[in-house]
């Protein structure tokens, strides 16, 4: 483990996997491509996510450094994202179906499209690669560029690949690649009795 990577451990108050005290997202990436065998076990984990009446409501489109589908998505990044997305050799559109079988909307496809990119996220982890999830990029436009079809949305954009020396990126950039990932308490997220009232058993 290199310093950045025990600086992002998880300072956990309960003993967790490993998977998940070591999960981070990071901004340095490494522009070594990612083996198809490992892009593969990785999408087949988000596969297996739990949904709403089975509906797996995710799908993803996978864009390679050089490719059109990565220009295409590169570009819609806001400024900030392009700053340090640019290095990732992936970048991912997930994609959920916002509609059931019988063509109504399915109110919790965004849950469960959520789901499969935190599983994905752990599988990716398991293979020694980091992906880092995107909010901030044009939703209308990379659906216009890439042609998704009208009853799927667009959530989130996410990078994978290996980690990168955080020292090549924009310095405005660097504070946060070496900061500790703090979280709130438990005791404020987990209630027993009623909302609001730390659980019991913390
Ligand atoms: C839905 C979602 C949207 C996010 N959007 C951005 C983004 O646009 N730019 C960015 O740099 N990080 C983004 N992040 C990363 C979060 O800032 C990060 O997950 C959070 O600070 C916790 O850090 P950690 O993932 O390293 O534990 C996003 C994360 C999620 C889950």
Redesign the pocket.
Known sequence: MNTIETI?QAAADYTIHPLVAS?????AYSPKPIESAKLQRIFEAARWAASANNLQPWHFLVGFKGDEVYTKIFSTL?E??QL?ATNAPVLVLAIGKTTNPKGERNKIFSYDL?QSVSTLSLQAMHEGLYT??????NVAEAAKLLEIPADFEI??AFTIGYLGEAELLHPNLLKLETSP?IRRPIAESVFTGSFGHAADFL
């Not at 999960?23 to 901004?27: E, K, N, Q």
């Not at 880092?132 to 990029?137: D, E, L, N, S, V």
Request: proline share 5%.
């Open positions: 992002k999960r981070w997202s990071p901004r806001v900030f994202n340090w959520g880092h999830q995107m909010g901030g990029f959530q989130v990932r």
